[in-house]
């Protein structure tokens, strides 16, 4: 139960603090993770967006995850980051 847990944490965090700041499906879509301010994630904001992740599926936070309109979702706000598009 906790293997596949451990593998996709490694995957995301791994994935956030790479030279393309996403995954690789945020790489294809011109997408990155930064600070708030503009600036590349660390260590501890990768894992807090990890946490946030799984806080959003263990509560069934679906509504707000799912929200189109909404651009901000709780991972990225528990986490102080945001998705921005890359040059």
């Known amino acids: 139960f906790i293997i596949p847990f451990l ?24 997408l990155k993770v930064v600070i708030n301010d503009g ?17 959003s599926i263990f509560t069934l936070n679906y509504v707000n995850e799912f929200n189109v309109f909404n651009a901000i979702m709780f991972h990225d706000n528990f986490s102080n980051t945001k998705l921005v598009i890359s040059n």
């Open 39 to 55: 600036e590349k994630i660390n260590i501890t904001q990768s894992l807090s967006i990890y946490v946030g992740r799984l806080i």
């Open 7 to 30: 593998i996709f944490g490694l995957y995301y965090i791994l994935m956030d603090l790479s030279p393309v700041n996403g995954t690789i499906g945020q790489y294809f879509m011109k």
